[in-house]
């Protein structure tokens, strides 16, 4: 199975800030790499598919990168609705895997 | 807009089955793949397993042969079967949807907490 692991496992730091939330592969994946933010009580959202399509209705100061087994979400210009935890998810092999969460929260 | 809703017991004892049913409105359930995804208190996401609606399934071999799902489409419905379980099989349940050719999880339920205990 493919392992996941995200960097930090949590982050504080205050409006208007550039955040980066590192997902490594333990093997390579591709580009077959998906950002989920969730939010408690609520399932979790789909922001970027395949390392770095932007999903319809996210706002663009959302953004990903990377390939192989690193790859980074980057949120330029933090605002209050986007502190919240954010998961990496590789789709390149069954069974299909996420990273253990980053959770954001305001310094 | 699709809508998905977890619906069933919340206590489920020890060695016991815990059974669960996704309802989808708002769109059709033909054509996508569906999944269950759970969440341990203070852990991550584990992707469960997925269902077409033909009835063809993946399903995650960490769970040694103990999930079984199956999709109803005149209701509009999925279901998740997961047997024997234990305190470790306590979690938020969520049911998710993705398009054909995809596996990513487009469309989400809210959750729905499962206790196992006696």
């Known amino acids: 199975d493919i392992q996941m692991t995200q960097s930090p496992s949590s982050l504080s730091a205050s409006i208007g800030d550039r955040v980066t939330i590192t997902c490594r592969a333990s093997?390579?994946?591709?580009?077959?790499l998906n950002w989920y933010q969730h939010k408690p009580g609520k399932g979790p959202k789909l922001l970027i598919s395949?390392?770095?399509s932007l999903q319809s209705g996210v706002p663009s100061r959302f953004s990903g990168s990377g390939s192989g087994t690193e790859f980074t979400l980057t949120i330029n210009g933090l605002q209050p609705e986007d502190f919240a935890t954010y998961y990496c998810?590789?789709?390149?092999?069954?069974?299909?895997?996420f990273g253990q969460g980053t959770k954001l929260d305001i310094k | 807009q699709v809508q998905l809703q977890e619906s069933g017991p919340r206590l489920v004892k020890p060695a016991e089955t815990l059974s669960l049913t996704c309802t989808v409105s708002?769109?059709?359930?033909?054509?996508?793949?569906w999944s269950w995804i759970r969440q341990p208190a203070g852990k991550g996401l584990e992707w469960l397993g997925r269902?077409?609606?033909?009835?063809?399934?993946n399903y995650n071999p960490s769970l040694e042969n103990r999930v079984v799902m199956s999709v109803d489409t005149s209701k509009s419905q999925f279901s998740l079967k997961l047997t024997s379980v234990t305190a470790a099989d306590t979690a938020v349940y969520y049911c998710?949807?993705?398009?054909?050719?995809?596996?990513?999880?487009?469309?989400w339920g809210q959750g729905t907490l499962v206790t196992v205990s006696s």
């Open positions: 093997q390579t994946i591709t580009k077959y």
């Open positions: 395949t390392t770095s």
């Open positions: 998710a949807r993705g398009n054909f050719g995809e596996y990513l999880f487009r469309d």
């Open positions: 708002g769109d059709s359930i033909i054509n996508y793949y």
């Open positions: 269902i077409y609606t033909t009835g063809s399934t």
């Open positions: 998810q590789q789709n390149f092999y069954t069974p299909y895997s």
